[in-house]
């Protein structure tokens, strides 16, 4: 049984294989309408969400199938004081998926350890986002038709970030990737990130404060938002929180098929008058984020249509 805890969970080849497939069910939605009939879905979220878990339903009812679960820790058990590993064994005779969101890092690892169905991690703590990442690559792949040979600014909160993290992780397995990390000097990306992953693999990548000076070499540019909840101080937030502020602007400064990406929810980093611009595809995303679930649910539940 297989489980998704880290986009390195799958290779490179596999990746490549899911991907092909979440294309097949855009195109084609009717063939894969009742590939899941019978079978339900889990949603186990003790942190909150209203993308990611809408998405994993959606995908989910996409496919025939039916969803259970809970979202907030204080809906469920959690609150009585029971384990996440005795509340998967239980989640495991009610449902044959699960996807699970939990503020602590390594929460849904330990799930999957004592789990009888498919894990999926949704997101834990500021940690990894493996299918934030598969949606990334899908709308990455999808509308620049590749994933190699891009140099990919990742701008915002990239201490706190999580999709950030499992993002480098998973495109540095890609030749010719360059990485531009835009942050303040307080959110630069986590000591394991540049040691163990980008300089252990020689993968080039500069960090950099100012957006304006990056923005002009860019392919894609990956906007994410301070991530209020993880931060130990409300005034360092505050300090923060409006530090880039992406606007038409700064987008005169880019290249003409660069695309934004963005995880959403967006706070402030990205102004509205952004949204109409071809480049910005972070609505996009979010509809390419339903396909590569739909393909991920098939994939771990070995269902082929
Ligand atoms: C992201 C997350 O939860 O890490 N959201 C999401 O799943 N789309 C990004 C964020 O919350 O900033």
């Known amino acids: 049984m297989r489980h998704l805890m880290s986009p390195l969970d799958l290779s490179v080849e596999?990746?490549?294989?899911l991907l092909t497939l979440a294309n097949d069910i855009e195109k084609n939605p009717g063939k894969?309408?009742?590939?899941?009939?019978g079978k339900k879905l889990a949603t186990c979220f003790y942190e909150p969400s209203t993308r990611t878990r809408l998405s994993f339903?959606?995908?989910?009812?996409n496919l025939g199938g039916s969803v259970i679960g809970f979202s907030s820790a204080d809906s469920s058990s959690a609150a009585k004081?029971?384990?996440?590993?005795?509340?998967?064994?239980?989640?495991?005779?009610?449902?044959?998926?699960?996807?699970?969101?939990?503020?602590?890092?390594g929460a849904p690892l330990v799930a999957s350890q004592h789990s009888s169905i498919p894990v999926i991690n949704a997101g834990d703590g500021g940690h990894q986002h493996p299918t934030q990442t598969l949606t990334d690559l899908l709308t990455i792949r999808s509308l620049k038709g590749r994933l190699d040979h891009l140099k990919i600014g990742l701008c915002g909160d990239l201490k706190f970030g999580r999709t950030v993290h499992s993002l480098i992780n998973a495109l540095i397995r890609y030749p010719g990737i360059e990485f531009v990390l835009i942050s303040p000097n307080e959110l630069r990306v986590p000591e394991y990130i540049r040691e163990d992953v980008l300089i252990?693999?020689?993968i080039p990548f500069v960090?950099?404060?100012r957006l304006e000076d990056a923005i002009p070499d860019l392919d894609i540019l990956y906007m994410t938002r301070v991530q209020k909840e993880r931060f130990f101080n409300e005034e360092d937030y505050i300090r923060m929180k409006d530090f880039y502020i992406l606007d038409k602007a700064k987008m005169e400064l880019a290249k003409k098929d660069m695309l934004v990406l963005h995880p959403l929810p967006?706070?402030?980093e990205i102004s509205v008058e952004v949204d109409n611009d071809p480049r910005a595809v972070y609505f996009k995303q979010v509809?390419?984020?339903?396909?590569?679930?739909?393909?991920?649910i098939l994939t771990l539940l070995e269902i082929e249509v």
């Open 81 to 105: 004081g029971e384990s996440v590993s005795d509340t998967i064994r239980v989640i495991s005779c009610f449902a044959d998926i699960c996807a699970m969101r939990h503020p602590k890092e």
């Open 200 to 202: 252990a693999n020689h």
């Open 14 to 17: 596999e990746l490549d294989k």
């Open 287 to 296: 509809q390419y984020g339903v396909y590569v679930r739909m393909a991920l």
């Open 266 to 268: 967006r706070v402030n």
């Open 32 to 37: 894969y309408a009742h590939a899941c009939e």
């Open 207 to 209: 960090e950099v404060e």
């Open 57 to 61: 339903e959606s995908a989910m009812i």
